[in-house]
């Protein structure tokens, strides 16, 4: 499966942006899959994530309660909804797919990656 993520940008603290992440080749459904942030200087960190099945949701304590992920099967594509936005959220985010049922948050378990967007929180 290939993926492409976008939808980033510069916005103020408290702001709110929406990232997506389309699927091509295979089916999102196949997958588990999850979002995954970089900034400078620092290892690439879990965000969030939804299980093969899709009825399962995961989030890391630093984003809980302001980001929620999703699916569309019809629309082969995820979406990481971003509100009340902090400087700190600021990085390249990534979306990636593993071949399994559960949730991971090691990076190095997932086998695709998108390209990575970059998010910007100015305070």
């Known amino acids: 499966v290939q993926l492409q993520a976008f939808g980033g940008g510069l916005v103020q603290a408290g702001g709110f942006l929406r990232l997506s992440c389309a699927a091509s080749?295979?089916?999102?459904?196949?997958?588990?899959a999850g979002w995954f942030r970089q900034s400078p200087g620092k290892e690439r960190e879990f965000v969030a994530g939804f299980s093969r099945s899709g009825d399962r949701t995961y989030y890391a304590d630093s984003v809980k309660g302001r980001f929620t992920i999703s699916r569309d099967n019809a629309k082969n594509a995820a979406y990481l909804q971003m509100s009340s936005l902090k400087p700190e959220d600021t990085a390249i985010y990534y979306c990636a797919a593993r071949s399994g049922e559960s949730i991971i948050t090691t990076p190095t378990l997932y086998d695709y990656w998108g390209q990575g967007t970059q998010v910007t929180v100015s305070s």
């Open positions: 080749g295979r089916t999102f459904s196949r997958y588990a």
